[in-house]
């Protein structure tokens, strides 16, 4: 297997992507607010054209996408470059074996740590997800957890350990309880930051296993530009800040709603304001 490399293609700054590993198997890349994790209908940048166009002129050269960043959200990912490495990295994600910690800026100010515990309902029809009380194959289990690390006037910045992975999951569990996202005006925001094309919201770290070696592998977040919070060196490497890892359930519980922050039973909260 290759030696790792710390190869740049760019600076978050410019909001290029950034290479934060890579080897014979995987490469870990910081994805830019603004960037699709996949190429769509709009012929709009992408991280897995962006990869391919790198890797082009290896042979046999492979790219494999096995989880996705929502297009305004930044942030790490990590994606295979065998055949081999995809499979062994989807199986850690169907085994909820990956550790997913989020930054994100909302408006309001929640308790200082909780949890929320829902039932999503995707409508494809207007692109959006929705908390919903109803059971049903189309409905998906969704938890998460958070940690208040700061307030300032009427916004919170917020640790979020994701225990599942749905569309839009974190966008939607926290609009439905008041918390839109600084800048996510598809959920209730009204503020457009600096780059119109971003919210609020960043995948700060991302852990593995190495899909060949078995080795632990953790990326970490670089500084994204226009970051709307000018708090602790969040991005510096000290990350420790009090939410346990999340213990995988493979077969867990229908959703049950505990009660929100203002005492309401949660029921049936469609995220639309």
Known sequence: MKQQKDRK????????????????????????????????RTGDPDLVSFLKRRYRNEPGSFVGLVH????????VMVLARTPGAAASLSRQITGFQWVK????????????????????FIDRNVKKTFTDS????????????????????NRSLLKIVLHTGKKHQIRAQLASRGYPIVGDRKYGSSEVLRNPGMI?????????????????????????????????????????????????NPNPEPARYPEDISGRQAGRRKTER
């Not at 996705?68 to 942030?75: K, V």
């Not at 930054?103 to 200082?112: K, N």
């Not at 190495?210 to 994204?224: C, E, I, K, Q, Y």
């Open 9 to 40: 293609s760019g600076s978050f700054e410019s909001g290029k992507c950034v290479i934060l590993m890579e080897d014979s198997s995987i490469t870990g890349v910081y994805k830019p607010p603004g960037m699709l994790s996949q190429g769509d």
């Open 68 to 75: 996705r960043l929502d297009r305004p959200a930044c942030g």
């Open 101 to 120: 910690t989020y930054l994100a800026v909302v408006h309001g100010h929640p308790q200082r740590t909780g949890s929320f515990h829902d039932h999503l």
């Open 134 to 153: 109803v059971d049903g194959s189309s409905v998906h289990d969704a938890l998460m957890e958070y940690a208040v690390l700061e307030e300032h006037a």
């Open 200 to 248: 609020a919201l960043c995948a700060w770290s991302l852990e593995f296993q190495h899909p060949v070696t078995g080795a632990p592998v953790r990326l970490d977040s670089p500084r994204p530009l226009h970051w709307p919070w000018h708090g602790p060196a969040l991005f510096s490497g000290s990350k420790e800040i009090g939410l346990k890892k999340p213990v995988r």
